[in-house]
């Protein structure tokens, strides 16, 4: 989280002021979603939102509940009978990680689902080619998971499927690395997220749909989970995640004063850079993944000396470089350098790893 935003949360706790800065005499946790106040912070998140993220007009943003892995069962309740009316639908999947893995896994409970490409057999290290994709034709979406958070795979660029010759609807989980960079909409028919990597706390679910893809949910699916009746009601069928939604309004407030997309873009470009060149630097450290597919925010790396591990993660801590452990289906480290990060966390840690290997290598 970015420092001034939980700066800016505390003071305005107790009294919330508004843009005027005329207190309302409250905190925003004890508005009514319905309340004046709060739909002025909500129409203001989503307002920014749209202008970070370039979201085109005939995009509804949908400010949900249940994170990445509810939207693993809500996306194909909503998607998967776009072709195949209310009977039982299909997709496709493309395997690139462990993300990918569980979101095709949790669809076919709704859908045939289909696996289009894995890199499975390679330990997830790289991207299949699109071209290499094997696209069925019954499925309704192909889903991707565009940065995979734990093997550390990014896709550079999104499929373009119709040049592939597929009428499938493109769906991106961008959870862990939304509002990173720009994204091309043209390609895209769904894109969801939780917010807690990038945007804000944990509990609210972000979900950017083209409107055509409103209204053919499967009989089956919740009303609160129905798309069109979560965008027909401003997000406000249930009550939204409001403190969420208040405090991701506060960091897209502070990703405009960075200068947007583009600007988050070339800081992460450089951050990744310092952090990979130095990884390659030695034959102390290493990463397996292939240079087209590495992701900006989420770098693992192994130490080739694995019995190193823990004294590296001791040293790290006393320097006040927290949460390197990398995660337990992978093992060694992993930086998770998301927007927040500044570029001298990065330098801090690159210094921190040189020295490492000054006195263990
Ligand atoms: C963290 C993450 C999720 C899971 O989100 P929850 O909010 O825990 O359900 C899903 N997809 C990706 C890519 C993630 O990084």
Known sequence: MPAEVLEQAAAEMLNWPDAQGRLSGMGVMEMSHRGKEFLSIYEAAEADLRELLAVPANFKILFMQGGGLAENAIVPLNLSGLRAGNGHGAA?????GSWSEKSFK?????????IAASSKADGFTAIPPAASWELHDDASYVHICSNETIHGIEFQSLPDLKALGSKAELVIDFSSHVASRPVDWSRVGLAFGGAQKNLGPAGLTLVVVREDLLGHALS???????YKTVADNGSMYNTPPTYSIYIAGLVFKWLKRQGGMAAMEARNIAKAELLYGAIDATGFYMNGVARNARSRMNVPFFLRNEGLNEAFLAGAKEAGLLQLKGHKSVGGMRASIYNAIPLAGVQALVQYMQEFERTHG
């Open 220 to 226: 089956i699916c919740p009303s609160a989970f129905d």
């Open 106 to 114: 949790e669809a076919g409970k709704y859908c045939s689902n289909h």
């Open 92 to 96: 496709d999947f493309v395997l690139t």
